[in-house]
């Protein structure tokens, strides 16, 4: 009995120790098709957009890095092809033509009359953009509190000078007058040097106009093109020229005028040297524009047409040629 008792605890013992064996052998087998970072599958999936975010960072990392690189290595040989293209003498040669241009004053009277008068500083804005540097604008208006023009001005990225005045006036030409006064005011108080016109709202120009004016010495002139919405003619007004020597004047209104009645000539056909405003002595003025007894407009107008040595027809080969139009348009919408 006692041999019998020991042979069932041995065989217990024994298959106790098989199911052991087995239960491990299984756990191992299975164990070892499992990644060895990952202890389990739900710890996977938890870990898996942690190591796609790195992916992503360090991707994007070395792209950022190659496109330096090459960014680096192109840098030499653009400069290079500069200096092919364009060498130090050209460069310095730019720089001396940009120095020597002169300076263009351009004056533009507005009106609030004018309903569009936002549309069409626009468009010249337009327009004094592609001219070549350096370049004036001096816009001047009635001081409103309403106005949007300082702010025009202001993303137009053309150097300008923006003049306000309080007068009131009833009748139009007076004020546009009175506007132009106060612009050359403003150049003769601040000495600027330049070449200086009037440019209405309603001109059209060819770009070739401002390099040709820079040309001026003392005064030039130009014929000018007027043209109306309502009309099929084109009238022309402007000087009569023998190459650049102006022998005469072709206008559209001649009447009543006496041998001391000089001929009404159109404002923007006309440009002068602004140092006949604060030199008064080198152009034989016995004052300055600051004294009031003097009308600057009147005193321009009329050394224009009595400086005949130094009065030149625009352009200098032929002045016939139309470089400027007065485009009339008509304010009432």
Known sequence: MASLERSKKKMHLWKKAIVHFILC???????????????????????????????????????NRSLLDERQELKP??????????PEEEEEEEIQETDSRRLVIVVTPTSRRNKLREVLLSRLANTLKLVAQPLLWIVVEQKCDESKVSEMLRKTRIMYRHVVFKENFTDFNSEMDYQRNIALNHIEHHRLSGIVHFAGLSNVYDL????????????GTWPIAKLSANRKRVIIEGPICDSSEVMGWHLNKVSNLTDTTPPPIHISSFAFNSSILWDPERWGRTSSVQDESQDSLKFVEKEVLEEETNLKGIPAQSCSNVLLWDLHISSKI
Do not use: C, Y
């Open 77 to 86: 040989s653009r400069q290079n092809l500069k200096n092919e293209v364009m």
């Open 25 to 63: 052998f299984v756990m191992g087998f299975f164990t070892g098709f499992a990644p060895a970072n990952k202890p389990s599958i739900f710890l996977g999936r938890i870990s898996a957009p942690k190591t796609v975010d790195v992916f992503h960072e360090t991707k994007t990392h070395n792209f």
């Open 208 to 219: 070739s106009f401002f390099e040709e004016i820079r040309a001026i010495q003392a005064f």
